[in-house]
């Protein structure tokens, strides 16, 4: 049999951006791979292991599988690089093991006459492996060493790093070194250098680089250029899971490296003289009330927002505030279809920040200091028990609290639940949150806006009150939020372009 490169048609190999036809490279009698649908099969009859021991050892690669007389398919979107020399073929690929994915390597040699069909079949390979995806993505890597358990740095290192620089990624990685660093990394970073910032973190470093790049006067380039994402490396990773449907760091890793750049809408929060821009969500009550005003009882773990929660439903807590909401759509049923349609196709254009330089767009509906839009009414809500506003489906990895978010539809979620509403169905809320069934329930009101405002009131007798944006404290005082379509750009795993939760 002559080593050749074979095609089942007769396409020449410039012709297709992407190889949908079957293409396959025939390296000896004994070993061929084909490039065929969305995987690599390489078919490997090589008698005996020593000469692939010896062909891996030319690259100076060490390959922990040894394929000698197997038969495998890598799917391409496991596939994190291939090259060749004049005599020897790497495919690195990211290979499924009991906790995530691993780098490892698969070397083959061929006689040197081939080196340029060879060339040619690896650059198609890397073509089909990328897709529209932008291989050696240029990333800016933060890792918080106190996130979560503080155990951030060792995820990165064990289990992130590895994956980056099989996938020849070019890396600058930085430690966090005090609180709100993240913000000046951003508002400082070289735009043109990188194509990502990667918070190895929790949901706190995203929210404070997506704030940095709003600082820079150059504010929606940099928001254009620049993708935010995350590696879970925090307590609230939501990010990560909205974004790729994983939690593990490695898969998240690769999902990153695979992973298309999304516009996302972000929210201007005005309070005071401050504007802010939040990429998840903002709470009032109930929410804000178990994940700020619970810090005592840190020593509790995980356990100590459902102690607040239950406590706080026992007694059936109410946080009065003011309201004024600009509703776009409050029937469930036309929310449903909104979201099966993926959002009001020509609706949800990307505000134009092609220019370069281009400043935070304005407020369309003003500033908490303006007067109020003469189309939104303030309404007294004596009994507000869960205000909670989302951008994102997963508020954490297992409450799926807006069910009907998209990424980029120029609209947000806004939950309200009275705090009177009856324990048994408070309770029931909790358990239904985690699947996203709570958007059912008649006594959740769930509403698609383009903004509101927020008058909070101090109750009798409570010293400490929260409102939390992205998780984070601001102070206790009247604030107001507008979307911004697609001011963001987030890496995203998969063609569309929902978040990875069970929708509605
Ligand atoms: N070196 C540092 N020292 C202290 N704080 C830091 C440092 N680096 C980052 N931070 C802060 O840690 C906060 C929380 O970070 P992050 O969201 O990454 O972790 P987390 O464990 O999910 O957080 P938390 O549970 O406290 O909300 C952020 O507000 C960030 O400013």
Redesign the pocket.
């Known amino acids: 049999m002559s080593t050749a490169l074979l095609q089942s048609e007769s396409t020449a190999l410039s012709d297709s951006p992407s190889i949908s036809k079957e293409l396959s490279l025939v390296l000896d009698p004994y070993l061929s791979l084909t490039i065929q649908g969305d995987e690599i099969r390489i078919v490997d009859r090589t008698p005996g292991k020593a000469t692939r021991k010896s062909a891996r050892s030319c690259c100076g690669v060490h390959a922990t599988t040894n394929t000698s007389g197997q038969d495998i398919s890598i799917p391409f979107y496991n596939v994190l690089w291939t090259s060749a020399d004049e005599n020897c073929l790497t495919i690195t690929s990211a290979d499924k093991v009991k906790k995530g994915v691993i780098p490892r390597t698969r070397t083959y040699t061929f006689d040197p006459v081939l080196q340029y069909t060879v060339k040619a079949f690896v650059s198609k390979l890397l073509e089909a492996v990328y897709g529209s995806a932008k291989s050696r993505k240029r990333l800016k890597v933060l890792v918080?060493?106190?996130?979560?358990q503080g155990l951030a740095t060792k995820i990165f290192e064990t289990q992130c790093h590895s994956i980056f620089n099989a996938a020849q990624c070019e890396l600058s990685i930085q430690t966090?070194?005090?609180?709100?660093?993240?913000v000046e990394i951003a508002e400082r970073l070289d735009i043109d250098a990188f194509d990502a910032v990667v918070?190895c973190?929790?949901?706190?470093?995203p929210h404070?680089v997506f704030n940095g790049l709003a600082k820079r006067p150059d504010a929606a380039t940099a928001l254009k250029k620049v993708a935010v994402c995350q590696l879970p490396?925090?307590?609230?990773n939501a990010m990560a899971w909205n974004l790729t449907g994983s939690g593990n760091p490695s898969e998240v890793a690769l999902a990153i490296v695979k992973s298309v750049r999304k516009p996302i809408d972000l929210i201007s929060i005005t309070q005071g003289d401050r504007r802010i821009l939040s990429f998840l969500s903002q709470s009032f009550g109930i929410i804000a009330d178990c994940d700020l005003g619970t810090e005592n009882l840190r020593w509790m773990g995980d356990l100590r927002f459902t102690y607040g929660l239950l406590s706080r439903i026992i007694k059936q807590t109410v946080y009065p505030c003011d309201l004024a909401v600009k509703v776009v759509i409050d029937d469930k049923e036309l929310i449903r279809t909104h979201y099966r349609q993926g959002g009001y196709p020509g609706q949800s254009a990307r505000e134009d920040v092609d220019n370069k330089n281009m400043a935070l767009p304005t407020l369309k509906f003003g500033t908490i200091n303006d007067p109020l839009p003469v189309d939104w009414e303030l309404v007294h809500h004596p009994i507000m028990g869960n205000f909670y506003a989302g951008n994102m489906a997963w508020v954490s990895a297992n409450v799926n609290f807006f069910p009907a978010s998209l990424p980029h539809d120029a609209m947000f979620d806004l939950i309200c639940v009275d705090g009177t509403v009856g324990r048994m169905k408070a309770l029931k809320m909790i358990t239904a949150a985690e699947t996203g069934a709570h958007f059912e329930m008649p006594h959740v009101l769930y509403r698609k806006v383009v903004g509101y405002r927020i008058i909070p009131h101090r109750r009798d007798g409570i010293a400490e009150e929260y409102i939390s944006i992205d998780?984070?404290r601001i102070p206790f005082e009247p604030f107001q939020a507008e979307v911004h379509s697609g001011l963001g750009t987030v890496l995203a795993k998969g063609d569309g372009y929902t978040y990875h939760a069970p929708g509605v």
Request: glycine share 36%; aromatic share 8%; charged share 15%.
């Open positions: 918080n060493p106190f996130g979560g966090t070194t005090y609180s709100g660093e993240a918070c973190s929790g949901d706190g470093v404070e490396g925090g307590s609230g998780g984070e």
